[in-house]
């Protein structure tokens, strides 16, 4: 094993190491970020503060011998970031808690998935102009990586977007393409050895997801969404989140559905299969009123009409998919769902 302590290693050194990768991101939000008890934000006048937290886990969410430390530090922050772009948000600040074995810390390999993970985190938070505010740093109790990111965002008082106000009538639309990153994972974890850091971050569904925060922010300001959610666990999944939030039913069309180009080089059925079901495609999913017209694309990003809001009526099924030949078949939620995946 290659043992090689080069920087000073503990709790404090790592704080450190996190507060001058993360030193280059300010916004006039965060009056005061990483260093003491709490941080202190300043909201903008008029709007509210929304707030979601997710985990990544090392083996559920990544695997450290196949996904590249930086595509786990962006994936990390881009979690938190695609729900706030789903409400319409801008986000405020992010606050990252990380849990390290403590045999990271002895070996090269262990320091340089630190710096990748930051790296990799930090471009992605430039990008969007979110400061990391803060955080918490323990030793794990076990062999795994443990983080969690938790972020801050802020939408005009009563207008941010929600999953329970899609209404019979409205139309369906999804961002971009599905599928393309349970494509690009199922490659990876064929794989024996770590995927190399790809030279753009485009094209890499899996890998760099891109939070769809402008898309939100353009579907909140135009007035253009009735509800609307991020594609984390699946079309058929979170669609179905959507319509028993808003007590609806859905039609899907199945040809109308954008399928991602790494989808579509299995056969039909497995693009399918990944569009429907694969998750964490980080896309939208929202609905419009039936006269408004949707533009073909927001913010740069594809919007594509996949189906119609239906009233929700006993004993039917809750989505139903109509694929080319006419015929319609009711459409399970099989995304993915903790606890019964493995
Ligand atoms: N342990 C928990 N304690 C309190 N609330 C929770 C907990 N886990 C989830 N929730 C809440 O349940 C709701 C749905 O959570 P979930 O994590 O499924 O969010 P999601 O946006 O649908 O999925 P994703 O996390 O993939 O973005 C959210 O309001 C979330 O805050
Ligand atoms: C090693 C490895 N195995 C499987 C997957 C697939 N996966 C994990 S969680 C999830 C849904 C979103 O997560 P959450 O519901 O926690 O937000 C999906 C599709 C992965 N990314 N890495
Ligand atoms: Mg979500």
Known sequence: MNKMPSRPIGELALIEQIRQASSPVRNKFVTLG??????????????????????????????????????????CLARGLSDLAAMGATPLAAF????????????????????????GLRELSEHHNVPLAGGDTSESPSRFILADIILIGSAPR???????????????????????????LATILARKRRVPLPTATENHPHLFPEPRLDTGDALLRRNLATACIDISDGL????????????????????????????????????????????EDYELLFTAAPTLRIPSSLAAVPITR???????????????????????SPLEPAGWEHFTNH
Not at 96 to 119: C, H, N, V, Y
Not at 255 to 261: D, L
């Open 34 to 75: 990483i260093g003491d008890d709490c941080a202190i934000l300043r909201p903008p006048r008029g709007y509210e503060i929304l707030v979601t937290t997710d985990f990544t886990l090392e083996d559920r969410h990544f695997r450290r011998a196949l996904h590249p430390p930086e595509s786990v530090g962006h994936r």
């Open 236 to 279: 058929s999944t979170d669609l179905a989140h959507l319509c028993r939030a808003s007590n609806v039913a859905a039609e899907i069309e199945q040809t109308a559905i954008p399928i991602h180009p790494l989808a579509r080089k299995l056969t039909p059925a497995a693009a399918l299969k990944n569009a429907l079901h694969g998750g």
């Open 306 to 328: 996949i189906g119609t809001i239906k009233p929700k009526r006993p004993r039917q099924p809750l989505i139903t998919l109509t694929p080319p030949d006419g015929t319609r």
């Open 96 to 119: 990252l808690s990380l849990a390290l074995p403590a045999t990271m810390f002895a070996e090269k390999s262990g320091q340089l998935w630190i710096d990748g993970f930051l790296r």
């Open 158 to 184: 009563s207008r941010a977007l929600r999953r329970s106000t899609a209404r019979p009538g409205d139309a369906i639309y999804v961002t971009g393409q599905l599928g393309g990153a349970a494509a690009e």
